[in-house]
Structures are given as C-alpha cells and as structure tokens.
C-alpha cells in the first residue's frame, strides 16, 4: 500500500514537541492557554532545539473531550484566539525555523457540528453512521430522526461515515467504504487539509488514525483510505507530512504515513512496548495493563528487550518507507516524572531518547522534569477509568516561581487545571540559571544530536548489554550508554572513546563504569 515518493527532507532529523495549548501559556490572563501565549515563548522551544510543534485541537467545540470533540474545522476556538492570529503563530514559528502540527481530528465530530445537527433530522443523510434500530454500542438520536447513531470514542463524538470493510444489505447501516456518505467524508478531509496547509501549517498528526473504516479487522480499507490521501498529499503538498495516532508504526507507514508513533496501546502487545520503558504504575492506569516492572525505573527490575525487540520488527518493517515516533509522554499518557520516579531519574531517559535511533518527541514541560499531579477532578472528559485520570499530564506549563508558575496573570482559581502544588516544583526560569539543571542537559543532547547525524533516526544502532547499563554504538561511529537504576553497573569494553556529553559514565582501564542514574554519549576513537 505504501507510496513510493519520498517524504519531506525535514522529517529525517526532526525533534518534535508537544504543546497543549489550554495548558501552555496564557496571554491575556483568562487563565486559559492560547495561541498568544504560545508565540510569547517560541523562544524557549528555539533555544532549546525544537523544530516541530505538534498542538493539540484548538478548533472550534464545546470541549466535552478537550477539543477532540469539533464543531468547526475551520474555525479556531475563541479562547485561544482568531484565524489571524493563529496563522499569525504558525508564520512566527517558521521565522524561528519552527514547523507547527495541527490535530486533524478525522474519524468523528462533536454531537453539535452543523453536520450532525443536520443528520439528526434527516434520514437520507448518511454523514454519519446511523442504524434504524436499536443496536449494540450505538446512542440514541437526540433528533427527529428513528434509531441511533454510532459513537467513535464518547458519545458526543458521533463516528464519521468512511464505511464498513465487510458490508451487509441486513445491516444497511454497514454501507461499503463506496457509499455517498464516506465518499463526502474523504473529500471533506481534503478540504479541512488544503486550507491548512494553505495558510503555512506544515502537516497533521491524526487523531485515531485506525479507526476510519469500521469492521476492518486487519485494517486492509482504512490503509487504502490514508494511502490514497498520501498520494493526494504528494501531488499536492509534497512538503506537508503526516503523522498517526496508530501505536503500530509497521501498519501505520503501510497505509502511507510518514511517521508513527509508539504509544500505550496500539498493535497486537497493545502498546506494552512504550510503557515497558516508562510506566511504573504511577500515574493514568488501565485496569487491564499486566507488565513487570519497566526498565526506566531506580531498582533495576526492568529489561529493555521488550522495547528493543519491538522496535527492530518495526525497523525493519518500515525501512525506507518512514519514520518511527518515540515520545517521553502525551496528553492521554503518564509523564515521565510520575509517582516514585525523581529528578536525579530523568536524564538517563532523556539521554536514550534522543540518541535511539527513532524520531524524539517531548511533551510540554518534560524537559524541565514537570510531574503528573494526581488526584485532580474530571476536566474536560480527563478520567477515563478508577486509575485513569489524563489531568494530571496537562497541568500547566510551569514557567517561573509563584503563584500560577508564570502561565496565567490569572488568580489561581481561575485557571484551567490547577499548578502543580509540590513547593520544589521545578520551573523553566531556575533551570536556565544552572547549567546543570535538566533543562540544560536536554538542550545539551538535542545539540549533540544535531551535530553528529550518526546519532539520529538513520544510522545504524548494535546493542552490546541489554541490561544496567544498557550499551549501544551508533552508526559505527558512537557509543551510548544509560544506567536508570541507582545501583552502578560495569560492562567491559575494547575500544577506546572520547567523552561528547557524559554524567556519571566513564572508562577506565578497558571497562565502561556507569554510577546509579548515569549516562554517557562517547565517540569511538
């Protein structure tokens, strides 16, 4: 299925960052985050290294599911700003040699768009998904029209209409992926595209990329829908790129995506691959999730060949045909300063992240070590589950000390999500201060990775100890080691190196020494 034609060259060494836009920077000091706000500080994500800004929905919506739940695409929501001033943002970015990712949400609609509104009184409509008859996970219509609808993740998320792989005249509900309905759904995503793109946007990551195509078990005509939008993209805007919310980056690049993500689901381990490197049962839980302990975490009862065996099968899966995603955390997921993980914890994992061979992702505020905030009430449809609560990843960006951490000119009462109440909290201003802060240290590696290509997501990787400390070369050329456990770890080692960036790593007389929490980035010599 995968297109031929090659991706944009800016993919091949990008570092992605996430913002979320209620949670980032508040502007004008309703205590909410907006497009003003994020401008205000491009600086930091240029000094820092990023060149790739992926935002969260900022659309038009009432904002049952945090801006997932859209009532316009084109049209931003009014508390973060105009259409002029987010184009405003997105050609302020690309000054500062900054690409922006819009969420292109393509699988459902709030339950109050003009297009379901329409759909609820209208039985030739076909829109959205709709049985004349009571059936099994669909909601009630709320309208004039009999029956019910089907929902893609809330209810007031009414599924689009791209079809059913397996189509039945018992059940006309499942019309063929041919139909009027997913015809005009495939030419609306071109149209919500096109605009974007036309006003500078640099592509889209896709919000439950999967899920288009209904009853499509081995994802066979959702793959031909995303393909043939790939090859639209690459005739029409061969720079733009596409990014999915798939967490199975062989079927994702298969289906023509640039790039996918790892995640905490997603494929046939249901994303234990991510959460075997950093979930320690912390923060948002599913009930269902059995693991044994993860690898980044300070007793050292993990193992990184979970990860490592994943990811070579969709290394080789995917080469040449794209790019694989691994992030530090995201707005549905635990960051990585979660529960017992502490500060001293934090530059192994950054330090493996941004010399693996895959594409980084940072989540807003991970470079300065923000934690997840437990315990935080339902906000925009946050909780999820009894131990699944995604508020405590979208706190505020903390910016400096006091009362609102520099996000908000707000009283603390009126902002979105309450700031991280730990006293010790760390903030953007203190660490730039201290060159030893993690702060510094993340913009230290991103640098050191810039510089030496070898390092980044093409280039060979050879593992040599998959344990404490986890070792590895790089391109022939480097040689990486990370230890997340406190306890030291020791590893012989022939060849001679020179230090680029090293803390708590060395070698000495023909072994490599790695102290609790250390880690080091050498080049062969």
Request: include cysteine.
């Amino acid at each position: 299925m995968t297109s031929t034609r090659p991706g944009p060259d800016w993919l091949a060494d990008a570092v992605l960052y996430q913002i979320y836009p209620q949670s980032f920077a508040d502007s004008d000091g309703d205590g909410i985050g907006d497009f003003g706000g994020i401008a205000e500080h491009l600086d930091h994500l240029s000094w820092l290294g990023v060149d790739t800004v992926w935002l969260n929905p900022c659309f038009a919506s009432p904002f049952r599911d945090a801006g997932y739940d859209i009532t316009d695409y084109f049209t931003p929501a009014p508390r973060y700003g105009s259409t002029d001033g987010l184009v405003a943002l997105v050609e302020a970015a690309r000054r500062k040699g900054i690409r922006i990712l819009f969420d292109l949400v393509a699988g459902h609609t709030s339950d109050r768009h003009p297009w379901f509104l329409a759909a609820v009184d209208d039985p030739a409509d076909h829109r959205y998904i709709w049985s004349d008859r009571q059936t099994d996970g669909f909601v009630a219509s709320p309208g004039s029209r009999p029956g019910c609808y089907r929902p893609n993740f809330f209810d007031c998320q009414p599924a689009l209409n791209f079809g059913y792989a397996r189509p039945s005249s018992d059940e006309p509900w499942r019309q063929p992926v041919d139909a009027d309905g997913p015809r005009a759904n495939r030419a609306a995503l071109r149209d919500i595209m096109s605009h974007w793109l036309g006003l500078g946007v640099a592509g889209f990551r896709v919000d439950m990329a999967y899920s288009l195509v209904k009853d499509d078990p081995d994802r066979t005509e959702t793959g031909k829908l995303w393909t043939g939008l790939r090859d639209w993209l690459d005739r029409t805007h061969p720079q733009a790129a596409l990014f999915a919310e798939w967490g199975d980056p062989a079927a994702a690049l298969s289906a023509g995506f640039h790039a996918d993500f790892f995640l905490h689901f997603g494929g046939a381990d249901r994303g234990l691959p991510l959460r075997s490197l950093w979930n320690n049962n912390g923060g948002t839980v599913e009930d269902f999730w059995h693991q044994d302990a993860c690898y980044f975490e300070a007793d050292g009862r993990g193992t990184p060949q979970v990860f490592l065996d994943a990811w070579r099968s969709a290394a080789e899966l995917t080469e040449g045909s794209g790019h694989i995603v691994l992030p530090t955390a995201n707005h549905d997921f635990s960051r990585l300063a979660t529960g017992p993980r502490t500060a001293e914890e934090l530059p192994a994992a950054f330090a493996f992240l941004l010399t693996w061979p895959t594409l980084p992702a940072v989540y807003y505020g991970d470079e300065i070590g923000m934690r997840y905030v437990p315990g935080l009430p339902d906000t925009e449809g946050s909780v999820l589950g009894p131990r699944y609560n995604r508020a405590g990843s979208r706190t505020p960006m903390q910016w400096t000390p006091g009362p609102t951490a520099g996000f908000s000119a707000a009283a603390p009462e009126r902002l979105y999500l309450p700031v991280d109440p730990d006293p010790h909290r760390p903030d953007v201003l203190t660490q730039r201060a201290d060159p030893t802060s993690l702060l510094h240290t993340v913009r230290r590696l991103i640098a050191l990775r810039r510089a030496h290509p070898g390092l980044g997501a093409s280039g060979g990787v050879d593992v040599r100890c998959a344990g404490y400390p986890l070792v590895y070369t790089r391109s022939g050329r480097y040689l990486v080691a990370v230890n997340p456990r406190r306890e030291p770890g020791a590893v012989p080692l022939g060849e001679a190196v020179r230090a680029l960036d090293a803390q708590g790593v060395r070698v000495v007389d023909g072994e490599l020494r790695a102290d609790g929490f250390g880690y080091g980035v050498f080049e062969l010599v």
